[in-house]
């Protein structure tokens, strides 16, 4: 009996190895499928949503081997080493940065949702007057007569006379907020989901442009998204193959929808960056995709992160139908300006969170 159990217990730990090691595999694979482009690499690249669910049994396996068999943590130790960067952007670790009064510039991206009316809590305009940010971009909103309609009376008049400068325009569904100057130079829209607006403001001493945009959804019907909460949920059961059918297909055409427009993002910061060296160049708004994706890496090029550099653990700012991702993001020149904090909002009058960050202007070297 004893050497059955020997010999079951040493199968049982061998089974386990190896399927910590298949584990390990898929999840770093997840780490960089966001290097891989959905137009041809298809299915693959959307691996990258996986990535805390692998990470979450990667941890799981550390803690099993921590009691059962400590050696066998170096698969585990050798997967986290490999994925550092993607996991400090999954889950950053600026200790101790807070939003404070100590700043230089403010800003805040907001998918507002069309601005309905909050069931509770504070409503999109509470929301952005409690962080009081120098620049507001806002995606899906309505234009400046349905804002001004939306909060008539006392909230618009706190609204106007905290932002002198307020524009939104109807076709895009891409506004801002804000209390500086600013000059709309382009404004583009693909009638469906892709948009964007150049803003040009300044920053300190800088001239500034702000790229306020909104790329590809996945474009799930309702009966899409019953599916999902029925697939989500621990009381249904669901064939794979529907999920296979009507969800995947739709994520893959998102994400390469994606690749193009980032492209597009990508290519008019860089055209804005050569034009004026000098300008501070920011990219805001609701991605549609998480970090380290193929569209968030593509648009991100050699600009820096806000979260990353000011935020603290995982985050999510969307979180309906049980889709729960960090899709919306603050982008930022840093050989100006540097990230001393990144916060997500609380008010869910809107399907999204939105994000607020902090800047200081870097002192001359």
């Known amino acids: 009996m004893g050497i059955n159990t020997k010999r079951i217990q040493s199968f049982a730990v061998t089974t386990a190895f190896w399927l910590n090691v298949a584990v390990a595999v898929v999840y770093i694979a997840s780490a960089y499928a966001g290097y891989a482009d959905p137009r041809s690499c298809g299915y693959l690249s959307l691996l990258v949503l996986a990535f805390p669910i692998f990470l979450v049994a990667l941890l799981c396996f550390a803690v099993l081997w921590t009691v059962v068999c400590r050696r066998n943590l170096w698969v585990t130790g050798a997967a986290i080493v490999l994925t550092i960067p993607q996991l400090l952007a999954f889950c950053p670790l600026n200790f101790g940065s ?44 309505p234009d400046t007569q349905g804002i001004k309609y939306r909060y008539k009376g006392l909230l618009w008049d706190e609204l106007t006379a905290r932002y002198p400068h307020i524009d939104a325009c109807l076709t895009t569904s891409l506004g801002y907020l804000s ?17 964007y607006a150049v803003y040009q403001s300044s920053i300190g001493n800088r001239p500034a442009f702000i790229i306020n945009t909104h790329l590809e959804s996945i474009g799930l019907t309702k009966s899409d998204k019953r599916l999902y909460m029925g697939l989500t949920s621990p009381k249904q059961k669901h064939s794979i193959r529907g999920v296979r059918s009507r969800l995947m297909s739709k994520l893959r055409n998102a994400f390469e929808q994606r690749a193009e427009q980032a492209e597009i993002i990508r290519a008019k910061a860089d055209s804005l960056h050569a034009a004026q060296p000098e300008a501070v160049v ?16 593509t648009a991100k090029g050699d600009l820096c992160d806000a979260y990353r550099d000011g935020g603290f653990g995982p985050l999510k700012t969307y979180y309906r139908n049980r889709f729960y991702f960090h899709i919306d993001h603050i982008l930022y020149s840093g050989d100006f300006l540097d990230a001393t904090a990144c916060r997500r909002g609380s008010s869910q009058a809107s399907d999204h969170y939105p994000l607020v960050a902090d800047f200081m202007i870097k002192k001359p070297t």
């Open 98 to 141: 807070e939003l404070s009064e100590k700043h230089d510039f403010r800003i805040m991206t907001y998918n507002t949702f069309g601005m309905p009316e909050a069931e509770q809590g504070a409503t999109i305009a509470d929301e952005i007057l409690l962080y009081n940010p120098d620049f507001v971009c806002m995606q899906e909103t």
């Open 179 to 195: 209390k500086r100057p600013v000059k709309t130079v382009e404004v583009y829209d693909d009638n469906k989901y892709f948009c």
């Open 282 to 297: 920011m990219i805001c708004g609701d991605f549609n995709d998480t970090p380290y994706s193929y569209a968030y890496l």
